[in-house]
């Protein structure tokens, strides 16, 4: 399964409708069909959505995520991971313990994010499918980003690590994510470079 994890991991979508200019469903659409290779529902933060409106457009956006096999993971919301039959979860460290999650969801992808070698330390990395590894890059995106940890923080867990899915998150854009790569990350994952560019299947391609 970790080869396929890592597969998935390589150009990782994150987005929710407080991230889009333009509608949501479509620009998912068209991201999916220019070759993004997992998706991350996060409604979160100013302007979101909630409640119905949120699950159905969560819905819709699963839809999409089945039609072009794409794992559709949701961000930090436990009861969403059934209303929607997600293919997994995406937590912080501020969120549900791992152990916990596992428990629920013994047969689901399961995220965490790491920024530092406490919290990589503290956490119980055995248990999880992935790490998202940052912010690498200083980001905007997110009104609570941590510090930016920059490519050091990758280099740094791949030598911890040699076989643990890595993806690298914040402030990566189609001019750096080649470094990330390059520093050991299995995969990219991106918000605004493709929910606010102007072609995006030029944007998926050049990450």
């Not at 330390?121 to 999880?128: F, H, Y």
Request: glycine letters at 8%; aromatic letters at 6%.
């Amino acid at each position: 399964m970790s080869l396929a994890i890592k597969q998935s991991l390589r150009k990782y979508f994150i987005m929710g409708s407080q991230n889009c200019d333009g509608d949501p469903v479509q620009i998912l659409e068209s991201a999916a069909s220019a070759g993004i290779t997992a998706f991350q529902f996060r409604e979160k933060g100013v302007g979101s959505l909630t409640g119905d409106e949120k699950l159905e457009l969560g819905k819709q956006l699963r839809s999409i995520c089945r039609h072009y096999k794409i794992p559709f993971i949701v961000n930090d919301d436990i009861e969403l991971v059934d209303a929607l039959d997600a293919d997994g979860l995406h937590v912080g460290q501020e969120d549900q313990s791992v152990e916990e999650l596992r428990k629920l969801f013994p047969n689901k992808i399961i995220g965490l994010s790491v920024s530092n070698n406490f919290e990589v330390t503290n956490s119980p990395i055995s248990w999880v499918d992935y790490v998202g590894a940052g912010p690498v890059f200083a980001t905007k995106t997110k009104e609570d980003s941590k510090a930016v940890v920059g490519l050091e923080w990758i280099i740094s867990l791949r030598e911890q690590f040699p076989n643990l899915p890595i993806v690298a998150i914040g402030g990566i854009s189609t001019k750096n994510a080649a470094s990330v790569l390059n520093a050991g990350a299995d995969g990219v994952s991106f918000i605004s470079a493709v929910a606010k560019a102007n072609d995006i299947k030029k944007a998926v391609n050049n990450l």
